[in-house]
């Protein structure tokens, strides 16, 4: 399989799951082969790191890609900004005490 096939394969198997989640945003993590995956990733709000005073609470828990992806979707929505709604990385940082988890959004 080329990698053309293998973004084309992707891309069509996370449209599927955002139509069938009703999620805005386009999940570009394309290497993550199992959305319902634990994610590894634990902290305690989110931000697109640009908006600090934007945030939402995660809950104290492992959480999955596609958690991650619809907490970023709802992130999105409360930010309004319209042309940057792929998911690309997410990254947990330390900052006041606070674990965050910084997500980034490209166009």
Not at 16 to 29: E, P, R
Not at 32 to 49: H, K, P, R, V
């Amino acid at each position: 399989m080329t990698e053309e096939q293998f973004f084309e394969i992707q891309f069509e198997k996370f449209a599927k799951i955002a139509d069938d989640n009703n999620l805005t945003t386009t999940f570009s993590m394309y290497e993550i082969a199992d959305i319902n995956e634990n994610s590894g990733l634990l902290a305690d709000i989110m931000t697109d790191g640009y908006h600090n005073n934007i945030t939402l609470n995660l809950p104290n828990r492992k959480l999955t890609w596609l958690d991650l992806w619809k907490y970023a979707d709802k992130l999105y929505e409360l930010i309004g900004d319209n042309d940057h709604l792929f998911i690309e990385t997410f990254e947990v940082k330390d900052i006041d005490g606070k674990r965050e988890l910084q997500v980034f959004f490209g166009s």
